[in-house]
């Protein structure tokens, strides 16, 4: 692939001249251009070089959705240093885990999260912190973030990095043992960005909304850098609730490409919408990712919403993150489509010997959307990727066109009497029983079988439980070795701030569940 910038400041510099007074973000009622955008980066970036912040320094981001997380980020990478963003949900202890293994000593964090880390300068090396929004105390290791944009000069830091640098650190979930954290250089970042637009032709008449934190590694790619590729607006919206807030920003500000998760595609093919919302909005592509989205949320959406297709993606932190993409002229139900351009994709046995098509293995990725490797963990590293192919972990197949279908995770693989039961197929039938609004299946440790399946199942508000007729219609959908041995109705199923249901959680405390 031939790359036209070295680093994302090279964009805004390019947006700035171009665009001068056309909108870069829109947040609350306020546009802000790109000439605007691109002195508030060179103004923070500017502060962040007067505190002594080096080019290879890790500066944590713990923000909530906003302009400032953008500036921030930006600012960061401006002068070489390295953004770590902070899942926003995560308490203390995982928040210090991290602090301490990038050894910070500078945080940038949001005042409406201090709760989160009240002791944090006990527990790490950390002494500045720069707040975003309203503080009670300013002095020299408390910074207002507000201040900085007010007082400092924009004056030029050249220190601007390379395509192979670094530019974010992303820490996985940690669904095994503590999180460990993705390096992404500037070239990973840019193939995805590449690889996408090939796809999904985008241009500065695109418009994006960015509701999902922006943290996550699917928001910052899709919803943060590729809009900046392509000089397209984003509006910045600063929480998920009210959701009739998203859909009355989508219609004013006329967004044009709609990224979310399955949670957000469920709601929206059930909720009620004003029928001027399927009359007037501007929607070219709604594009699912962070979570497989099951069948039936997809043939309820296309019936609902024909002007614009539903594209399901495929990706992970480690790939930048996206792997595959579905086609607009040729999508293939529950097939997260072929992989993007300039990414490989193999299905292999645990000997990682490609299997034949159709055949179930494990899917490994090669491409420079790759990561460099996890963060002081090489270890990990060579575990993960073995000569340029990253194993992702994950269970899946490839048909004779290369779509890819994700069966399921390696570790949710349920084995029973020496079968292979994926419970990703279970939960696809599940769903398709009237009333059910999310299914979880996990592996049960039995004497006589080794494993077992049991569902979980969260049902839609004001519906009953009925295991009786939910276990009579999953017989005439599913072999009986595929059958659940138990089905428990929860409230609600334990998920990640992207809506993936965290299995992990399931099955550490099973027994609270069961009885719960």
Known sequence: MKYKYNNFYEMIEENAKKYKNKPAYFIDNRKITWERFKKKVDTFSRALHLLGVKKGDKIPLLVTNSLEFIVAM????????????INTFLKEDEITFILNDIEADMLIASSKLKNNIKNIRKKTSVKKIIWEGEIDKVDENNISFKEILSNFESHEVINTPKLNDLAFIIYTSGTTGKPKGAMLSYRNIFSNILGINELIKITNKDRFIAYLPMFHSFTMTVNLLMPMYSASPVVIIKSIMPFSNIIKQTLLKRVTIFTGVPDVFSA???????FYFHWFNKIRFFVSGAAPLPGEVLKRFQSKFKKAKLLEGYGLSETSPVVAVNRPKNQKISSVGPAIPG????????????????????????????????YKREDATNETIINGWLLTGDIGKIDEEGYIYILDRKKD???????????????????KFPGIKECAVVG??????????IAFVELEDGEDADEFKLKKFLKDHLANYKLPKHIYFVENLPKNATGKVLKRKLRENLNEWING
């Open 74 to 85: 930006q600012g960061i990478q401006k002068i070489g240093a390295v953004a770590v963003p």
């Open 268 to 274: 929206l093919s059930r909720a009620k919408l004003p």
């Open 343 to 374: 990414v490989e994709v193999k299905i292999v046995n645990d000997e990682l010997v490609e299997v034949p098509i159709g055949e179930a293995g494990e899917i490994i990725v090669k491409g420079d959307n790759v990561m460099k490797g996890y």
């Open 413 to 431: 693989l349920i084995i029973s009497k020496g079968v292979n039961i994926y419970p990703r197929e279970i939960e696809e039938v599940c769903l």
């Open 444 to 453: 049960k440790k039995d004497e006589n079988a080794g494993e077992i399946p």
